[in-house]
T-cell receptor, first 116, second 111 residues
């Protein structure tokens, strides 16, 4: 079966341009997470979607960052007016997320974003 | 204070050594706990869940101390292939689960 799929795998963009990163979660997974990881650093939480509930956006670093999840499945993370400090690997994860399960989160391979 | 805290390391150990990592969490309502492993330039993957009674998987033992709000991971007979970053993950609990990741502890096993 397919795992979490992210595209593109690599993206080089010029400072000031907008970028869109895509995540296709595992089918049936209601929870979806976006994280950011700078070189040699830990995972930085960005945003969390759970079903039809309002997303938890508490980790978005600025209003240049936004994300949506259409139809409870595919998610897009958009970064407007990119800055060099946005360069990082952007990781998406999904999980089944039920009350009665110790749910495992499955990660995609990430999108490596480089802002030049 | 971060919700999940780990010593970033690195922990440098020789092959065959036993090494232990701790992780503390601040939300007492947390229900589920995990250790993930992340290899260099790869995505994190589940290593093991952590159960209240403690659990073992081969050379790896995970334990939970709810009273003190910490989780531990013990690796016995370290192998070179154990070199990685180990991420502590906590589920906040109460309703739908949001997984909170620690920033990881780096382990380097040398010959």
């Amino acid at each position: 079966g397919a795992g979490v799929s992210q595209s593109p795998s690599n993206k080089v963009t010029e400072k000031g341009k907008d970028v869109e990163l895509r995540c296709d979660p595992i089918s049936g997974h209601t929870a979806l997470y976006w994280y950011r990881q700078s070189l040699g650093q830990g995972l930085e939480f960005l945003i969390y979607f759970q079903g039809n509930s309002a997303p938890d956006k508490s980790g978005l670093p600025s209003d240049r960052f936004s994300a949506e999840r259409t139809g409870g499945s595919v998610s897009t993370l958009t970064i407007q007016r990119t800055q060099q400090e946005d360069s990082a690997v952007y990781l998406c994860a999904s999980s089944v997320n039920r009350r009665d399960l110790n749910t495992e989160a499955f990660f995609g391979q990430g999108t490596r974003l480089t802002v030049v | 204070r971060k919700e999940v805290e780990q010593d970033p390391g690195p922990f440098n150990v020789p092959e065959g050594a036993t090494v232990a990592f701790n992780c503390t969490y601040s939300n007492s309502a947390s229900q589920s706990f995990f250790w993930y492993r992340q290899d260099c330039r790869k995505e994190p993957k589940l290593l093991m869940s952590v159960y209240s009674s403690g659990n073992e998987d081969g050379r790896f033992t995970a334990q939970l101390n709810r009273a003190s709000q910490y989780i531990s991971l013990l690796i016995r007979d370290s192998k070179l292939s154990d070199s990685a970053t180990y991420l502590c993950v906590v589920n906040r609990g109460t309703g739908f689960q949001k997984l909170v990741f620690g920033t990881g502890t780096r382990l380097l096993v040398s010959p």
